[in-house]
């Protein structure tokens, strides 16, 4: 079996849709499915159960994607260190952050950029109420996110920060002149919700009952970091966050209340597994030597 061969079937695994997986790889849809069919003859089975709708893995086929996954993985890997001996490491590398978060980790950027100065380092904005997407979607290579993230085709990388978590509250709330309140009085409020965020990531910034199990009410639905802090700036809802939101939007609308009882907010790189690559292991490199090296990335917020 060729490398493209196994490329446009770990990729077709992946996707599990033959359109998505033809415009990865720069070819037809016609050509993924030659292939794939190729292979099937020469195994003598099946890999993927195809109908008009949905396209799964047989048994043979996740079997298949166990066994050869890895092996492709350390192939290319060899082919890039290879490449990398002869011209240094290359390439563009997409990191996804929220809003300015890229600036709290200027340490760990800092490294992975003296490391490797061939790479070229771009930037994407991660929506808050949908932060798995961009991953999800291929839109970027890494990004950094908050835990727990417990994703069987993601990998959680080292925990760079870690902050404060604090309630976005409208200037004139009653709990604006709070210093601080607690997870209680969440009970009270009306919590601004997100879109395509997995409940347990949600939990850490809006958690859905108090510590004694008062519902807390999650609405209205946000689509992305604007809505909701336009949501919150005309008084229809409240929103957790991070501590960094205070710094960064200081808005005369908006007043930050510290959430005493509040576990911390972590913070990690957090890349696709199939989508691993030299540039995500070098950038996970650095910020684990960063924070091991006590950088300002891994201070935490007070």
Same mark, same amino acid.
């Not at 990865?24 to 993924?32: G, K, N």
């Not at 563009?92 to 760990?108: D, K, N, R």
């Given at each position: 079996?060729?490398?493209?061969?196994?490329? *446009?079937?770990?990729?077709?695994?992946?996707? $599990?849709?033959?359109?998505?997986?033809? %415009? #990865?790889?720069?070819?037809?849809?016609?050509?993924?499915?030659?292939? !794939?069919?190729?292979?099937?003859?020469? *195994?003598?089975?099946?890999?993927? /159960?195809?109908?008009?709708?949905?396209?799964?893995?047989?048994?043979?086929?996740?079997?298949?994607?166990? /066994?050869?996954?890895?092996?492709?993985?350390? *192939?290319?890997?060899?082919?890039?260190?290879?490449?990398? @001996?002869?011209?240094?490491?290359? &390439?563009? +590398?997409?990191?996804?952050?929220? &809003?300015?978060?890229?600036?709290?980790?200027?340490?760990?950027?800092? +490294?992975?950029?003296?490391?490797?100065?061939?790479?070229?380092?771009?930037?994407?904005?991660?929506?808050?109420?949908?932060? $798995? %997407?961009?991953?999800?979607?291929? &839109?970027?290579?890494?990004?950094?996110?908050?835990?727990?993230?417990? %994703?069987?085709?993601?990998?959680?990388?080292? *925990?760079? #920060?870690?902050?404060?978590?604090?309630?976005?509250?409208?200037?004139?709330?009653?709990?604006?002149?709070?210093?601080?309140?607690?997870?209680?009085?969440?009970?009270?409020?009306?919590?601004?919700?997100?879109?395509?965020?997995?409940?347990?990531?949600?939990?850490?910034? @809006?958690?859905?009952?108090?510590?004694?199990?008062?519902? !807390?009410?999650?609405?209205?639905?946000?689509?992305?970091?604007?809505?909701? $802090?336009?949501?919150?700036?005309?008084?229809?809802?409240?929103?957790?966050?991070?501590? %960094?939101?205070?710094?960064?939007?200081?808005?005369?609308?908006?007043?930050?209340?510290? !959430?005493?009882?509040? @576990?911390?907010? #972590?913070?990690?790189?957090?890349?696709?597994?199939?989508?691993?690559?030299?540039?995500?292991?070098?950038? @996970?490199?650095?910020?684990?030597?960063?924070? &091991?090296?006590?950088?300002?990335?891994?201070?935490?917020?007070?």
């Amino acid at each position: 079996m060729e490398l493209r061969d196994i490329e *446009i079937f770990l990729t077709l695994a992946e996707e $599990l849709h033959f359109g998505r997986t033809a %415009e #990865r790889l720069h070819i037809t849809p016609s050509r993924v499915s030659q292939v !794939i069919s190729k292979q099937e003859r020469r *195994i003598g089975a099946t890999l993927f /159960d195809r109908t008009s709708r949905t396209v799964r893995l047989t048994p043979l086929g996740e079997q298949l994607l166990h /066994d050869v996954g890895s092996g492709y993985r350390q *192939i290319m890997d060899g082919i890039e260190a290879a490449r990398g @001996a002869v011209r240094g490491t290359v &390439g563009t +590398l997409t990191l996804g952050t929220m &809003g300015p978060l890229s600036l709290e980790i200027g340490a760990v950027l800092d +490294l992975f950029k003296t490391r490797h100065p061939g790479v070229r380092l771009q930037h994407r904005e991660v929506q808050p109420p949908s932060p $798995l %997407e961009l991953l999800r979607s291929g &839109g970027v290579d890494v990004a950094l996110l908050w835990l727990p993230i417990r %994703e069987p085709d993601l990998t959680v990388g080292p *925990i760079v #920060r870690t902050s404060q978590v604090m309630l976005m509250v409208p200037a004139g709330h009653p709990y604006a002149g709070y210093d601080p309140i607690c997870l209680e009085d969440l009970a009270d409020c009306v919590v601004a919700a997100g879109t395509s965020i997995p409940p347990y990531m949600e939990e850490t910034l @809006a958690p859905f009952h108090t510590p004694s199990g008062r519902p !807390i009410r999650h609405a209205p639905k946000v689509s992305t970091w604007q809505e909701a $802090l336009s949501v919150v700036s005309s008084g229809e809802a409240v929103a957790g966050v991070a501590a %960094e939101a205070a710094h960064y939007y200081p808005w005369p609308s908006l007043a930050f209340v510290p !959430i005493r009882d509040a @576990a911390p907010c #972590r913070w990690a790189l957090v890349w696709r597994t199939a989508g691993e690559s030299p540039l995500v292991r070098a950038l @996970a490199q650095a910020a684990a030597d960063s924070v &091991g090296g006590g950088a300002g990335a891994g201070e935490a917020t007070q």
